[in-house]
């Protein structure tokens, strides 16, 4: 079955705790992302890759990193997670030139006190 | 810049009455795609429709349709004889074509909250 596995799926952490939340999709594609869920703002992306070793920052990056060390895993991880991390996060993936049908992950809902 | 608005944050309706979510988007592309995901209590983001920007046709699905038109950059979704179930929270979204340095990012409305009522 294509899909997009996220772990974990939730998460209560302290401020200044380093974690990281993984991202693996058994589709082969070349793209991925990471995507926060607030209030009021939609989804807003913070990091995409478009291959291996390819990343760059999306709209709110400031505070996370990532890596795409294999094609098939995109983890995000937050060094020092702050209260206004606390947020929903979403991992999608999508087949890259001609097509932009996105699939997500079940998402993370990670909160930091 | 793209941008995509959905000017409604809340709806309540009565079970079996006809609702229409809006959506207005911005974009200097020719070629893009909208979407309209549903999320929800449980969170997850479910796939509804893709509309492609050469497409106006309007779509219906059982009690779901769209209406596409370029010429007010709108793409509003119906969801008639609402149920219990389609309580949820609806995000239209859009993106641009893959390609030319174009990576097919996602922008996302604001989101609209929708509650039946039985």
């Known amino acids: 079955e294509a899909q997009v596995t996220q772990n974990p799926r939730y998460l209560i952490t302290v401020t200044g705790k380093k974690l990281t939340v993984t991202c693996s999709q058994n589709?082969?594609?070349?793209?991925m992302s990471w995507y926060r869920q607030d209030p009021g703002l939609g989804l807003r992306q913070i990091y995409y890759?478009?291959?291996?070793?390819?990343?760059d920052k999306g709209d709110v990056p400031e505070g996370y990193k990532v890596s795409r060390k294999e094609k098939r895993n995109f983890p995000l991880i937050l060094e020092s997670p702050s209260p206004n991390q606390t947020s929903l996060y979403f991992c999608?993936?999508?087949?890259?030139?001609?097509?932009?049908?996105?699939?997500f992950g079940q998402g993370t809902r990670l909160t930091v006190v | 810049a793209q941008k995509v608005t959905q000017a409604q944050t809340e709806i309540s309706v009565v079970e079996k009455e006809d609702v229409t979510l809006d959506c207005v988007y911005e974009?200097?592309?020719?070629?893009?795609?909208l979407f309209w995901y549903k999320q929800p209590p449980s969170g997850e983001l479910v796939f509804l429709i893709r509309?492609?920007?050469?497409?106006?046709q309007n779509e219906i699905s059982g009690r779901y349709s769209w209406n596409f038109q370029k010429s007010t950059s709108s793409f509003n979704f119906t969801i008639t004889a609402s149920q219990v179930v389609d309580s949820a929270v609806y995000f239209c979204?859009?993106?641009?074509?893959?390609?030319?340095?174009?990576?097919?990012?996602?922008?996302f409305g604001q989101g609209t909250t929708l509650q039946v009522k039985p």
């Open positions: 999608a993936s999508w087949k890259g030139e001609g097509s932009t049908e996105a699939f």
């Open positions: 589709m082969n594609h070349e793209y």
């Open positions: 890759s478009m291959n291996v070793e390819v990343t």
């Open positions: 974009t200097r592309d020719t070629t893009y795609y």
């Open positions: 509309r492609n920007s050469f497409d106006e």
């Open positions: 979204a859009l993106s641009e074509a893959v390609g030319s340095g174009n990576t097919g990012k996602l922008i």
